[in-house]
């Protein structure tokens, strides 16, 4: 069972993310330590393996630096549900092979410690402590076909073989 | 079928006679841009997965510039891991330092930037290349990789949006204010996905430089790209600049182009703009926000770093002190060598300001200028987000160069026109 992190704003930005002060390092464990850490710094801490992110629009606006989608990754967070993404950093997290969700009304219906379960194939998400059932759409068969590679670099060797 | 110019460039460069937008397509890339931050993660990947090759060593541009020279022992692992690398494949267009410069400034000056060609690189404001009717666009670690191994890389045609910028920009009014009042308009997300096409009579009177700061910030609004459309000012520059002297092909959207969205803009009416903390859709006319008190001012960036930008500074700073601490980052040696020869070294000395070498640096917080808690900056940056040039704690106010050295001058948020 995953809990929710729920953030209630729109355009998180890589800054937020992860901090351009440690971007010296594209070691994802460092990274991770400071995942999230100019929005809520107290967030790795609270943080267990498997948990979401719930946000709004824009999340991961700013700069390229796939260092925000490690960063996230290597904390342990499962998936980041938002109801919009800004495009390099949903572009990065498919390359990566990391899955994101886009629903609507999950920031609206999930509150923040909320204990969900994600069906990732029928695009299902179940908030256990309200009961409420949230469908969405998944991620476009391309982006799956990636993400089942186990990245773009891993699909281009398998497409190129 | 009628298409913008975006797409005509991703038709070619997919080997299609039309795209439209929302298809996915397969792009050849013409040029690949790599600096320190995006790439040593990305020769990593390739060396982990047993593909460590370039497509093409001529078509990949190298330049160190977010924590050159290295800030410290981390950034300096980096760049040996860039410089190992370039050196290894080769690579034809690697700038070392006293070459090496803020990257989206030094590919065009150095003359890697063609109309029609495709452009990808390590860093979100790729798409400040557009400004040459061509298509570029910011991309992570494993697109880089993807890129520089194959040349070619997937992307989904973008939707259009045309910007009309109509009548002349006002006297001590810039690009930056346009490109502030634009994104402001339409927001953070306003062209998420999305291309942002600048078309109008406005445009004709910016030179390649001030068209640059538009296309720049296309990011700002979440755009995929930004592009200008070529005439006389972008044959010109290229005269000046390309390399490769071989004929470029030049595209332009159709008159009956689809757009999702047109937006027009009137110049005349634009008022010198200011970002405010945290984000650069927060813009409001100097008028609404003047005598607010900064304790830094910032003069450098791929937004506004160029001689253009400097030479407007120095124009400012003649015969005047700065109040504030007030940082100079020329955001290339060419740009550096020639403010130094222009005597703007000797005005910028003599208003109390420090000059730096071309660095990135405290733009994204990196160094050379970080802020304490608690303190404000007015920059000629792209992004004012929380912690972005220091503390999180700290605010950064963006501004064009024109409004940052008024600022500095008088040590708070200052409408230039008085001193222009």
Redesign the interface.
Known sequence: MSKAHVYKR??I?T??II???Y????NEQELARHCME??DAGFVKKLNKGDVIVAG??FG???????A?WAIRGAGVATVIAR?F???FY??AI??GFYLIESKDAIERIADGDEVQIDYDKGIIEDKTNGQRIEFRPLPD?ALEIIKDG????H??KRKS | MAMTITEKILARASGKKTVKAGE?INAKIDVVMCHD??T??AI???IE?G?DKVFDKNKIVVTPD??QPA??I??AE?HKRLDEWAKRQKIKHYYKIGKAGVCHALLPEQGHIRPGEVIVG???H?CTYGAFAAFST??????L??SI??GEL?FRVPESIKFILNGKLPHGVYSKDVILAVITRIG??GA??KAMEFVGPALKDMSMEARMTITNMA?EA???NGVIGFDSVTKKYLAAHLKDKKAYKVFESDADAEYSSVEEFDCAKIEPMVAMPH?PSNAVPISKCKGMAMDQAYIGSCTNGRIEDLRIVAKIFKGKEVKIRTIIVPATPVIWKQADDEGLFDVFYKAGCVISAPTCGAC???FMGILASGEKCISTTN?N????MGS?KSEVYLASPATAAASAIEGKLTDPRRYI
């Open positions: 729109d355009h930005n800054d937020e901090p351009a002060r971007l010296n390092t594209d100019d929005l629009d824009d606006c700013g700069s390229s630096r796939e260092h989608v919009t800004a495009r390099i572009r990065n390359d990566c391309f990245g773009l670099l891993e281009i060797k | 996915l931050v995006t040593p993660a990593s990947m390739l997965k593909i977010h924590f800030k410290d981390k950034s980096l390590g860093d979100s790729t910011g991309i992570g670690s494993t697109d990789a993807a191994a194959t997937w953070v997300d998420l996905y990011i979440g755009a995929k984000l994204l917080g990196g992004r987000f929380v912690g972005r999180p």
